[in-house]
């Protein structure tokens, strides 16, 4: 894979790799660095699971946005819509640990764990 990985559809701020049924697991990247970080998590998991990663608002492709908690989580949320019918595992190093704290208080529904 290369190291963004595949865009898909025709939002290309995040990537997919892997099985489309069962579990998705969305990686969320550090401060300062984007989806890109997480090329090597996902050639190794993209055998049994499906998946993705995720730029942020302020980071990545979306580096010209203002970076807010708020944002980011419903950047995940509709990444996980779009792309994990509706619910996933997310995984997040440093301030996408945190953004992902933060999402699953505000959307429970959509988080696996």
């Known amino acids: 894979m290369a190291p963004q990985g595949q865009a898909v559809g025709s939002d290309p701020g ?3 790799a892997g099985a489309t049924s069962g579990l998705c ?5 550090g401060i300062r ?3 890109g970080m997480w ?17 942020l608002p302020g980071h990545g492709l979306y580096r010209e946005q203002e970076f807010s908690l ?22 997040g190093l440093s301030m996408g640990g945190f953004v ?4 699953i208080g ?3 529904q959509k988080a696996i764990g």
């Open 39 to 55: 090329a090597p998590q996902m050639d190794a998991l993209s055998d049994e699971f499906q998946v993705v990663a995720v730029d």
């Open 100 to 103: 992902c704290m933060d999402f």
């Open 33 to 35: 660095m984007n989806r």
């Open 70 to 91: 708020e944002a980011a989580c419903e950047r995940l949320a509709e990444v996980i819509d779009e792309v994990a019918r509706g619910r996933a595992l997310v995984v």
């Open 25 to 29: 697991i969305v990686f969320v990247h």
């Open 106 to 108: 505000r959307y429970p």
């Open 14 to 16: 995040y990537s997919v």
